[in-house]
T-cell receptor, first 110, second 119 residues
Framework: LAKTTQPISMDSYEGQEVNITCSHNNIATNDYITWYQQFPSQGPRFIIQGYKTKVTNEVASLFIPADRKSSTLSLPRVSLSDTAVYYCLVAYNQGGKLIFGQGTELSVKP | EAGVAQSPRYKIIEKRQSVAFWCNPISGHATLYWYQQILGQGPKLLIQ????????DSQLPKDRFSAERLKGVDSTLKIQPAKLEDSAVYLC?????????????????FGPGTRLTVL
């Protein structure tokens, strides 16, 4: 049974690097992992996506180890405006299932 | 570029009543998704359309939920009759299928959602 697991909450301070890990079982070599950010009363917003090793864009990095049993979203130098809920989504090519994690509530403090 | 539009934004009904939600995806996006997001949980996929065909509706409670995308653009999600446990935010998203290295993945663009309260 496909399942994604994330920590429920994390605290950080402005300027720190934050790493949020998502555990996903039974993930195949070509299954994509995507991270979304959600603010209250809004729909999720795309952050980053990948399926192997490391991906970096202007706002985050995504690390996927060789065993692919987990992935880590890295947010460099967070600010107060990064306070939000972060979700990982795994797109399972076999069966075409899209499974979201339960979300990690990140609180950034001054 | 206009985003995904949803209406209404809020709806309050009594149990056993019917309700319908509307979604207008981003122009040109072939794939449309409906999600249910219960408070404190991640979104759960209810149904996925590719143009006007259903790709996945395995988690749609078909005894009370229905969805259609007749012309491959707008979509409507209906609940009839509603139950208390249907109280949630209903999110619509759309995407273009991107293929690469023999696989495909979706960057989904979400609408603001419809918050449904069933009393």
């Amino acid at each position: 049974l496909a399942k994604t697991t994330q920590p429920i909450s994390m605290d950080s301070y402005e300027g720190q690097e934050v790493n949020i890990t998502c555990s996903h079982n039974n993930i195949a070599t070509n299954d994509y992992i995507t991270w979304y950010q959600q603010f209250p009363s809004q729909g999720p917003r795309f952050i980053i996506q990948g399926y192997k090793t490391k991906v970096t864009n202007e706002v985050a990095s995504l690390f996927i180890p060789a065993d692919r049993k987990s992935s880590t979203l890295s947010l460099p130098r967070v600010s107060l405006s990064d306070t939000a809920v972060y979700y990982c989504l795994v797109a399972y090519n076999q069966g075409g299932k899209l499974i979201f994690g339960q979300g990690t509530e990140l609180s950034v403090k001054p | 570029e206009a985003g995904v539009a949803q209406s209404p934004r809020y709806k309050i009904i009594e149990k056993r009543q019917s309700v319908a939600f509307w979604c207008n995806p981003i122009s040109g996006h072939a794939t449309l998704y409906w999600y249910q997001q219960i408070l404190g949980q991640g979104p759960k996929l209810l149904i996925q359309f590719q143009n006007n065909g259903v790709v996945d509706d395995s988690q749609l409670p078909k005894d009370r939920f229905s969805a259609e995308r007749l012309k491959g653009v707008d979509s409507t999600l209906k609940i009839q009759p509603a139950k208390l446990e249907d109280s949630a935010v209903y999110l619509c998203a759309s995407s273009s299928i991107i293929s690469g290295t023999g696989t495909s993945y979706n960057e989904q663009f979400f609408g603001p959602g419809t918050r449904l309260t069933v009393l």
